[in-house]
């Protein structure tokens, strides 16, 4: 059976930093781009960033260019998002997503996470 | 990149059918046939329901079409029952970002 699973969410000063993980399992992990998506308390999803199955490739919404590097394990089926510099404006459910295929279909997320929440709170 | 555009909210009975609408451009859904829609409830795991514009994943059901014309997107859940209350998404490969948009969503009550 598929599984995604973050952790690493909490409550975190405003200017302050943050790790998030995502487990994989069920998969064989390195063969599938992986992907972060947020919600926000009362808004819809928002893309986050994503890293193609290899880690030779990624991408970041602009809202969050140089804040944030997705990052993977693929020995440990493990991909990461370092946050920093974080605002009250990055509240929010994070999500972690596996694509569907590669080419176009990394675009699909056909499995997610519970998610995990971020509070940037002082 | 601006989100792609959805009704706030939609509603019916149970049995009927809705229609939700997903309209983007020409970097997006017009231009590519990779549109996806998710089931959200709240407090869980987003589900996906269609991809490429039209497929169902194994175990969705038939009850699930959707479609393209231009640059918009449908969705159509017929013979709606109570558990198809919940929030839904669109989301279609853009070239902007060379991954993903999402739509703002369409909350649908089933009355």
């Known amino acids: 059976e598929v599984q995604v699973l973050e952790s690493g969410g909490g409550l975190v000063q405003p200017g302050g930093s943050l790790r998030l993980s995502c487990a994989g399992s069920?998969?064989?992990?390195?063969?599938?781009?992986m992907n972060w998506v947020r919600q926000a308390p009362g808004k819809g999803l928002e893309w986050v960033s994503s890293i193609s199955g290899n880690g030779g490739s990624t991408y970041y919404a602009d809202s969050l260019k140089g804040r944030i590097t997705i990052s993977r394990d693929n020995s440990k089926s493990t991909l990461y998002l370092q946050m920093g510099s974080l605002r009250a404006e990055d509240t929010a459910i994070y999500y972690c997503?596996?694509?569907?295929?590669?080419?176009?279909?990394?675009?699909?997320?056909?499995?997610w996470g519970p998610g995990t929440v971020v509070t940037v709170s002082s | 990149q601006s989100a792609l555009t959805q009704p706030a909210s939609v509603s019916g009975s149970p049995g009927q059918s809705i229609t939700i609408s997903c309209t983007g451009t020409s970097s997006d859904v017009g231009g590519y046939n990779y549109v996806s829609w998710y089931q959200h409830h709240p407090g869980k795991a987003p589900k996906f329901i269609i991809y490429e514009v039209t497929n169902r994943p194994s175990g969705v059901s038939n009850r699930f079409s959707a479609s393209k014309s231009d640059n918009t997107a449908s969705l159509t859940i017929s013979g709606l029952q109570a558990e198809d209350e919940g929030d839904y998404y669109c989301?279609?490969?853009?070239?902007?970002?060379?991954?993903?948009?999402f739509g703002g969503g369409t909350k649908l009550t089933v009355l």
């Open positions: 997503a596996k694509s569907l295929g590669g080419s176009y279909l990394r675009s699909t997320f056909d499995y």
């Open positions: 989301s279609s490969y853009t070239s902007t970002s060379a991954v993903v948009v």
């Open positions: 069920g998969f064989t992990f390195s063969n599938y781009a």
